[in-house]
């Protein structure tokens, strides 16, 4: 586990205001991979539209592209974030979010946001109300596309592929499994893990994003890792 387990009280998540005051309360994951334009878009949306105290991590998974995904970012919000970047080559969604996971501080952290998420004003305070009932492993977005439509996610709450957790989710379970290469699958994997291990997930409606999403190989990877996740669980996603 990269994660170091920091000294808390199990009903801090009830009560978020009595975590540490220096601390900040949410950690904000985004993975950038092939688009400074969607990535900067998706930073001023979060400094724009978050209210509680936060850190921004953003991990940079650009390998070897020929845009500088750093310099595109504005110096304003440059001395925001803590910025982890590139390797030399692309190595996928959850090697790239594992990387980020040892730099959180935060009591609650978003499932890793990419680059072409843009959070909507009360995105935050809302999801972490959602956590206050007890036992929440994880708490799920209400995500539209670009033209308004609306995207599932999950099915019948069985996944999250966008929403909110807590760091002591990771610090019980572990980082994201790597095997769902370049992307797609880890996001069913670990919303699985979070309810075999008895806690729950839940929807928020009136937490909302707009995903910008391009389509173009989430069908053939779908595909792939449905076959990685029989294989390991004996069992298909509900999609």
């Not at 500088?68 to 970047?85: M, T, V």
């Not at 959070?119 to 596309?145: C, L, M, N, P």
């Not at 290469?181 to 806690?199: H, I, K, L, N």
Request: proline share 5%; glycine share 8%; charged share 25%.
């Amino acid at each position: 586990m990269n994660i170091r387990p920091r000294r808390w009280k199990r009903w801090t998540m009830q009560q978020p205001e009595k975590w540490h005051k220096k601390m900040p309360l949410l950690s904000i994951i985004i993975t950038s991979r092939n688009s400074p334009q969607n990535l900067v878009r998706s930073l001023e949306a979060v400094l724009r539209n978050t209210r509680v105290a936060h850190e921004i991590i953003v991990g940079d998974d650009s390998g070897a592209a020929t845009w500088d995904i750093h310099a595109a970012i504005p110096k304003h919000i440059r001395e925001q974030i803590l910025y982890l970047p590139a390797p030399s080559h692309q190595q996928g969604f959850a090697v790239n979010a594992n990387r980020c996971l040892p730099f959180i501080r935060g009591l609650f952290v978003t499932i890793p946001i990419a680059e072409d998420v843009e959070v909507q004003e009360g995105w935050d305070t809302e999801a972490i109300a959602a956590f206050k009932g007890g036992g929440v492993g994880q708490v799920a977005f209400h995500i539209t596309f670009g033209n308004g439509s609306r995207q599932q996610n999950g099915t019948e709450l069985s996944y999250v592929g966008k929403g909110m957790t807590t760091r002591h989710i990771f610090e019980l379970l572990g980082n994201y499994d790597t095997r769902y290469f370049p992307c797609y699958g880890e996001d069913v994997d670990m919303s699985w893990r979070v309810t075999e291990a008895g806690f729950k997930i839940v929807d928020c409606p009136t937490s909302r994003i707009i995903h910008h999403h391009n389509h173009a190989i989430k069908t053939e990877i779908d595909n792939q890792h449905r076959e990685k996740l029989y294989a390991k669980w004996k069992k298909y996603p509900s999609v």
